[in-house]
């Protein structure tokens, strides 16, 4: 549905990242470029993806992004930011179903009282602000970080593994709270528990971000 495409390419295939990725800025309507098969996702239903589709597309100069060959380092720096981007939201959702487990167990009478007065519950929504509280002070430190010009990778991956595994926590307590009323498909608690899967995968995944940080540790 965007009316401009960021492309990111291989330009000298004996280069490959050290020199031969490059970024571009496709326009729709361009000659050799097409929007193929739209697939539908698990969650994140709100946001279209689908397949693009190059047929002898000559894109001109002007329409690279930075300079030729500098693609690979430019989206590198563009992830380090993207990942505190991906981990506020993790975070903005876990608060969210913190907030609504928080409401629900105060609601939800079972065997003569509310079910936040049992302990089990209790433990669960102690673990969920536990866990928010620690992904929100990561994300500060990195973003501190960030404005001060100072060198975030590491830390960035850090936050994006944690919020990313965190978030999934949280949304999988939030549901246990719930019950069989948290699986129905009206309920926020639902949909967020298969939004936020997504959230181990894109920008790097959990694996990937793991690999980063033991790097920069050693500096290999």
């Not at 729709?28 to 994140?44: C, D, R």
């Not at 409401?103 to 866990?131: N, S, W």
């Not at 246990?176 to 528990?193: H, L, P, S, W």
Request: proline residues 2%; aromatic residues 8%; negative net charge.
């Amino acid at each position: 549905i965007a009316d401009v495409a960021l492309v990111v390419a291989v330009t000298d295939e004996t280069l490959r990242a050290d020199g031969g990725i490059t970024t571009f800025l496709v326009d729709k309507g361009t000659p050799g470029f097409s929007v193929g098969e739209s697939h539908k996702m698990m969650g994140l239903r709100g946001e279209p993806v689908g397949e693009l589709v190059f047929e002898d597309c000559a894109v001109p100069d002007k329409n690279v992004l930075g300079e030729v060959g500098k693609g690979f380092s430019l989206i590198m720096k563009c992830l380090d930011e993207g990942r505190a981007t991906i981990s506020a939201g993790a975070i903005g959702v876990a608060e969210r179903l913190l907030e609504i487990s928080i409401h629900y167990a105060k609601q939800r009478v079972q065997f003569g009282k509310p079910i936040c007065e049992f302990e089990a519950i209790q433990f669960l929504l102690a673990d969920m602000a536990t866990e928010i509280y620690a992904a929100k002070m990561m994300l500060y430190h990195t973003i501190w970080k960030l404005e001060r010009g100072m060198e975030i990778t590491q830390e960035a991956s850090m936050l994006k593994l944690f919020s990313s595994e965190m978030v999934n926590q949280v949304a999988d307590k939030a549901l246990q709270i719930q019950g069989g009323y948290g699986y129905m498909k009206d309920n926020f608690v639902e949909r967020a528990y298969r939004d936020v899967r997504i959230l181990k995968i894109v920008e790097g995944t959990s694996e990937i971000q793991k690999l980063i940080i033991a790097r920069e540790l050693l500096k290999l």
